[in-house]
């Protein structure tokens, strides 16, 4: 079967070298052919009596001895042609003669006419004749290349026969070789001797699966002993197969065992049970779940640290309560006044009463709004465009203007002209205000507020109550106020610097605050520009 391949393979590619030599010595001759044949025209055209151009006599009789097709035209228009032919010629070679005294062309298909024309006085003289094509090149060849293949095909069996048999008795000996030495460098066969290092290494297939069944085992360990989650895998609590490091440390395996497992009464249940469950577990400040589950003979424990999914869990908690007691405030209002004025309150009366529910729901509906706001930021997946946040600033502080003249506080603004923030106008409008307004809000009377922005860092500083140590990191959370009673009579939600923290943290943007009790604030926004 082998041998078969190679010689097919031999005389296929024979046969297509001998083609593609054909065709390719069939174009040479074409174009060696073409240039005589243009060099006999130029030579003919030394032997025609200049003088003589315009007499069509002598042209048809030079035309009927050489044996060529002669023309003379004056500006491409034809004044004589051998061929009979009138009105205008034109071609590359004509062009050429006009411009540098001669020229020369070879076109048409499946006839090929030669063209050389030379500039004489005014006019040019064009000589033309029938040359040969590339078909009658390759036809005039064709015996020759017949035999040139016929003999390169012998001489190609012969070598390919004499190439198998050298190839098969090298080969058996490799094998023969490879089957008895533990590693074969080279085989005198340079072509053989990966073939011959692939199959004696074969001889070395196990002891390099032992060493890669080990390299497996040290590679789980160390992921084992990096996970964060604590494993054991025990047939009893005497009979410990694997334990990594989270897990040692956690239950303080090296010291007591696998004691405070044994001792926890509703772990051993779960496992006597052998049925997949979970518990948790507080240790050293941290919250754990105890996971459960038996695989065949063995029992696995699975031990999670879940202290931030609690946390989660409690700010969520937090902040649905939160959402009651500021919903409830304004409620409570409504419902009141609703029902005096239900049970008939004086007319003088129903004035303030409606009033006062307007006021407060307005308030509720600012609240729901307020939610829906930091949702929307939350999902906000809108292309950010160029904006100059430097006229944002200064149009803010104009508008806070008379806001700023009521509470009695004094607006200063340092801003460098035509700073330019990706983002969009309504998200940094929202950090702006926000900003200015809990400045404002929680300044003293004769405060001041400076707004300053300079090499792409914004600052927000103001004279005010400030904020004391124990609750400067929780300014950013959501309902945190300075207002503790929640009544709204600074009329915040504490969702404000919330709104900022997510706008800031969704365009990478570097937020933080200092703050001095009693003295003031001092928001920092970086736009890491």
């Not at 035209?73 to 004589?80: A, R």
């Not at 040290?218 to 025990?234: A, P, Q, S, T, Y």
């Not at 500021?326 to 029902?339: C, R, V, W, Y």
């Not at 904020?467 to 959370?477: A, M, Q, T, W």
């Amino acid at each position: 079967m082998m041998k078969k391949k190679i010689y097919g393979i031999t005389i296929s590619v024979i046969i297509f070298a001998v083609i593609v030599n054909a065709l390719v010595t069939a174009a040479v001759i074409m174009r060696n052919n073409d240039l005589s044949v243009l060099a006999d025209l130029a030579e003919f055209t030394e032997y025609i009596d200049s003088e003589r151009l315009d007499d069509k006599n002598y042209m048809d009789a030079a035309s009927s001895i050489i044996g060529v097709r002669l023309t003379y035209l004056v500006g491409k228009v034809i004044v004589v042609d051998s061929g009979n032919e009138t009105g205008i010629m034109s071609g590359s070679d004509i062009s050429q003669a006009e411009e540098s005294g001669s020229g020369s062309l070879v076109e048409g298909y499946p006839t090929r006419i030669a063209y050389y024309s030379k500039r004489v006085g005014e006019g040019v003289l064009r000589i033309s004749i029938q040359t040969l094509s590339y078909g009658e090149c390759f036809m005039a060849n064709l015996p020759l290349f017949l035999w040139i293949l016929a003999s390169v095909l012998v001489l190609g069996m012969v070598g390919a026969g004499f190439i198998v048999n050298y190839m098969v008795s090298t080969v058996k000996a490799t094998v023969i070789a490879a089957c008895t030495a533990k590693s074969i460098k080279s085989t005198g066969v340079k072509e053989l001797d990966n073939i011959a290092y692939v199959l004696s290494e074969e001889t070395l297939k196990s002891e390099k699966k032992y060493k890669q069944m080990l390299e497996n085992k040290r590679l789980e360990n160390i992921v084992l002993e990096n996970m964060e989650h604590g494993i054991i895998i025990f047939k009893n609590f005497n009979e410990i197969l694997l334990i990594n490091q989270s897990a040692a440390a956690l239950l303080d395996y090296e010291k007591n065992g696998l004691k405070k497992l044994e001792e926890d009464k509703e772990l051993l249940s779960i496992i006597d049970k052998r049925e997949t469950a979970f518990t948790y577990r507080a240790e050293k400040d941290r919250d754990y779940v105890y996971r459960f589950t038996e695989s065949e003979d063995n029992m696995v424990l699975l031990i999670m640290d879940v202290t931030e999914l609690k946390r989660a869990e409690r700010s969520k908690n937090e902040f649905l309560g939160n959402i009651t007691h500021e919903m409830n405030t304004p409620l409570t209002s409504i419902m009141g006044f609703a029902e005096l004025i239900r049970s008939g309150l004086p007319a003088e009366k129903l004035d303030e009463a409606a009033g006062i529910i307007i006021k407060q729901s307005a308030r509720l509906e600012n609240l729901i709004k307020s939610i829906l706001n930091l949702t929307a930021i939350e999902n906000d997946e809108l292309t950010p465009y160029p904006v100059n946040l430097s006229d944002l600033i200064k149009e803010a502080v104009m508008n806070f203007s008379a806001y700023a003249a009521e509470k009695k506080v004094s607006l200063n603004c340092d801003v460098e002209e035509d700073f330019v923030v990706l983002s969009r106008h309504e998200r940094l409008l929202e950090v702006i205000n926000n900003l200015i307004t809990n400045a404002i809000r929680y300044n003293k009377p004769n405060g001041e507020v400076k707004i300053i922005l300079h090499d792409g860092i914004l600052r927000v500083v103001d004279m005010g109550i400030g904020i004391d140590e124990e609750n400067l990191g929780r300014v950013f959370d959501r309902f945190y106020t300075v207002d503790k009673s929640h009544n709204g009579a600074n009329g915040g939600f504490g969702l404000g610097l919330a709104v900022v923290k997510r706008i800031c943290r969704r365009a990478n943007w570097e937020l933080s605050v200092q703050s001095v009790f009693g003295e003031g604030t001092e928001f920092t926004v970086n736009f890491g520009q």
